[in-house]
């Protein structure tokens, strides 16, 4: 049941450092799509993406688009004058966690576990979007 205000974000994220591990990361991100890593020596997903699996050091990984479905796993919420915003640890359905921002949330409703999606938001220069998540049901 919603009850309350829907937060947006504040402000546009800030354009993303950009490395040459990382570029393939966010040139999806720009195109709507949410990419993870994965192993081929030991199947295994990641996050955040590197060329060397964290697991078994192969360096035979992959890049793999990821549902953008996500349930939330723990979550941080920070009031300030110009409003609030809600830092986060999401689980991908693909296995992997990853630190983010929730939006268009009722703060009375956020609750561990409950089923986020992906959404793009354009960074503060207009050039890369950043991957956030939103309740599923807000779609
Ligand atoms: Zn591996």
Redesign the pocket.
Known sequence: MSTGTTVSLLAPPPAPLITLESAPYWDAAKDQSLLVKR??????P?FYPRDI??????T??RWVEASGNATLYSFSRTLTKEGEYVLAYVRLEEGVTLMTNLVDYVPGNLKVDMPLSVVFVPTADGKYAVPMFRPAEAQ
């Open positions: 192993c081929d020596d030991c199947n295994q990641h699996c964290p697991h078994c050091l192969s035979r990984t």
